[in-house]
Structures are given as C-alpha cells and as structure tokens.
C-alpha cells in the first residue's frame, strides 16, 4: 500500500486553459474526496465519492469543475477556464469508512494560475 | 453554519508542553480530528475525539468537551521537528449522500525555537 497518489505534483496553467488532476486513493477505500487548500486556510470539501457515484458537491464546485471516478478506482479532477483565483493546492483523500482514522490524504497538486 | 476558531500561530521553546486549542460552532457534530501539516506537504491524522475527556497517544493528547464546543491538542516534550501547522476538523453528521465531509479551521502554525 503506497498511500494516496496524486498527480501531478506541481502544475502552472496560463488562465483560460483546462486541467486535469489525478487521484489513485488507498485501493480497498470505498470513499474518496477532493479538497481546495488556499495559503493560510484550512482545506475546504469540494466533493465526495463513494465507489464510482459522486454523491455530493460544494457549493464551492462552479460549474467549471467536474470530477469523475469512473470504476471507483482512480478519480480525476476537472478545471476548465482556469481562473487566477483557481490557484491552490487541490487535495484527494480517501477513507474506508466511517471510522476513528479520519481520512488518508495524499501530498497534493499544486495549481498556479497565471 | 460552521465556525471553527484556532490561533493562526504559537511559538515555543524545544522540549516544552504547548496546548493549541480550537473553538466549534457546527450545526451538527460527529466527532474532532487534529491533523499535523508541514509546509508544502498532506496533511497528516494525529488523534481524534467523539466523547469528552482525554485521549493520549504518546507525545500528543486530545481532548474534547462536546458542551463547550472546545477541544485542545497538547504537546509535549516538543521537538523541532513539530514545527508545522495543527489542523482542527470536525466531521458532520451522516448527509443522507455518506460523506461524514470534515469542516476544518484555518490551522495553527506551530514554530519550535531551541
């Protein structure tokens, strides 16, 4: 078990262009979520998947994001017209289920927005 | 709504105790976690409480006070390596959707001077 993986590790984007990020979560997690990370803030929820279903968005997820997790596997993460504002870490974490663990996350994507 | 206070930054001595606490106002409630993030890095699962009082595991300890809406992490015998920042996230309730979503604060950025 490597943990979880994400990919790339580090991306800048002239604005107006798409993204797209990776997420490989623990392989027996059922539950993966992707975060936002801003300089000096907390990490905020963004969506939730259990197995291939995503069951819940943020508000935060403009309808310029899409994520999928097409075999409940690896998830990807969609940014289209990329905006400056846009620019954080993009983190993916994983979870078995409710449990006293929390969840598992994994080292990032840092997105710069140029 | 969801309001989790923490100070943004502490500063204390190697070898010292120092206590990072983090205030809730959450429309539900399922449980605290401490996350530890160093810089540029995944947050990373220190400890977590759902019924009030202590729990210790090793250097650090947790404790929760549900009518209060407080919890603190203690650490001691701090080594430089602590430095970092401590993340307070309280889980929500079961959605319907599953995600038991973590609320996090802004974090605490611990410096460990000699």
């Known amino acids: 078990d490597t943990g979880v993986s994400q990919d790339p590790r580090h991306k800048i984007t002239k604005r107006g262009q798409n993204v797209t990020f990776r997420c490989d979560p623990i392989?027996?997690?059922?539950?993966l979520y992707w975060y936002r990370q801003t300089l000096g803030q907390g990490p905020e929820f963004l969506t939730y998947f259990q197995n291939e279903a995503q069951l819940e968005k943020s508000r935060l997820l403009s309808d310029r994001f899409s994520a999928e997790r097409p075999k409940g596997s690896f998830s990807t993460l969609e940014i289209q017209r990329t905006e400056q504002g846009d620019s954080a870490m993009y983190l993916c974490?994983?979870?078995?289920?409710?449990?006293?663990?929390?969840?598992?996350f994994g080292s990032g994507t840092r997105l710069t927005v140029v | 709504g969801q309001n989790i206070d923490q100070p943004t930054e502490m500063t204390a001595t190697e070898g010292a105790i120092v206590q990072i606490n983090c205030t809730y106002q959450?429309?539900?409630?399922?449980?605290l976690f401490w996350y530890q993030q160093h810089a540029g890095e995944a947050p990373t699962f220190l400890s977590y409480n759902v019924l009030d009082g202590l729990e210790e595991k090793g250097r650090f300890s947790s404790f929760l006070s549900r009518s209060k809406g407080y919890s603190y992490l203690l650490l001691k015998e701090l080594q430089m390596k602590d430095s970092a920042s401590y993340l307070c996230a309280v889980r929500a309730p079961y959605s319907g959707a599953g995600s038991y979503q973590l609320t996090f604060g802004k974090g605490t950025k611990l410096s460990v001077i000699p």
């Open positions: 974490a994983s979870s078995l289920e409710q449990g006293a663990n929390g969840y598992t």
């Open positions: 392989s027996e997690h059922n539950r």
């Open positions: 959450t429309s539900g409630f399922n449980g």
